[in-house]
């Protein structure tokens, strides 16, 4: 057994991918069953640059699939602005704006609703107590949260507990070979309660495929004319974290395989998610969704891989073992 997979779908929609109509989304969504995978990720903010537009893609998509049983449950996010720093966001008049117009878009009945960061101004048990309300109304299965941090997470548990309240099913992090501070303290936690760790970025919006390191980005996330190149940029621009995953990604060459290959069969299944986790898989083609799955259906790497990651991690770990 191995970590659900699910696909993410932030890409839908967004300059420079080819899911840019219902119809390359719907092929997409067509290839899932036989690549194992009965679960989807989306957000009502994404794609990033064209807000709501990855739903109505979904929508549109499972509409011309109608006549076949994809079987496929969908989980999004609550919208949120990052031009503000999510006041309000999670207010139950804001959730309910948020959710209806998701519901309208997708026109599917919704697995779980996330909130996509924290709201620093609502009170939590107003938070909530609003997912609360729609379970019991069928609108969505259950809830979670994502972005969020340990503190803020362990007072909506002990709410939860306090009033009785449905506990968020999973919490959608950050997580990979130089991003694995939730191994110290968040995972713990979530055992204990019983929540699933659903990760995203396991090959970091692309840096772990070695091809921004190489020089080798034109055509990907972190190249200059992509619309969120600039960003990707600045995000890695850490010479010692360069240094790190070179010396790796070297390590990584000479025994025959490539980084792509070991950042994903590692995270999925030789570090600390177990089976009742998830991992997102975005992809900005079929092609690439479909050899991402090829690789993690190989299982393992031998033990060699995993203590080259560990090394990785204690060097990273006193500069990004805080970053959850």
């Not at 109304?137 to 709410?159: D, F």
């Not at 980005?217 to 790190?244: C, I, M, W, Y």
């Not at 600390?272 to 799955?293: H, R």
């Not at 393992?300 to 959850?324: C, H, M, Q, V, Y």
Request: proline fraction near 5%.
């Amino acid at each position: 057994m191995a970590p659900q997979l699910i696909l993410g779908t932030a890409s839908f929609g967004m300059d420079m991918t080819e899911f840019q109509d219902a119809d390359s989304v719907a092929n997409i969504l067509g290839k899932l069953e036989k690549l194992g995978i009965n679960r989807v990720d989306t957000a009502a903010r994404y794609p990033p640059p064209r807000p709501g537009r990855s739903e109505e893609l979904i929508g549109e998509a499972m509409g011309q699939l109608g006549g076949l049983d994809l079987n496929l449950s969908i989980d999004t996010k609550v919208y949120t602005n990052t031009a503000t720093d999510g006041s309000g966001d999670l207010g139950r008049e804001a959730l309910l704006r948020s959710l209806g117009k998701s519901l309208q878009r997708l026109k599917t009945q919704i697995n779980v609703l996330y909130s996509h960061r924290p709201d620093p101004s609502t009170p939590l048990e107003e938070q909530i107590q609003a997912f609360n309300e729609q379970i019991e109304l069928g609108t969505i299965t259950s809830w979670g949260v994502a972005n969020t941090p340990l503190h803020v997470l362990k007072r909506v548990l002990a709410i939860c507990e306090e009033r009785g309240w449905q506990k968020p099913l999973c919490y959608q992090g950050h997580y990979s070979l130089i991003s694995r501070a939730a191994e110290k303290e968040l995972l713990p936690l979530l055992r204990r309660h019983n929540m699933s760790f659903v990760v995203y970025q396991i090959l970091e919006a692309g840096f772990l495929t070695g091809k921004f390191l190489n020089n080798q980005h034109a055509g990907t996330r972190f190249d200059d004319e992509n619309p969120l190149g600039k960003f990707a940029q600045s995000v890695f621009a850490d010479e010692a974290l360069h240094a790190a995953v070179k010396k790796l990604d070297t390590k990584v060459k000479e025994k025959g395989l490539t980084m792509t290959e070991v950042a994903v069969r590692l995270a999925v299944h030789q570090l600390a998610l177990g089976d009742n986790d998830a991992v997102i898989i975005g992809a900005s083609k079929a092609a690439q969704l479909e050899e991402t799955v090829r690789m993690i259906r190989k299982g393992p790497l031998p033990a060699e891989f995993l203590e080259l990651a560990d090394e990785l991690w204690a060097t990273l770990e006193p500069s990004r073992g805080n970053k959850i």
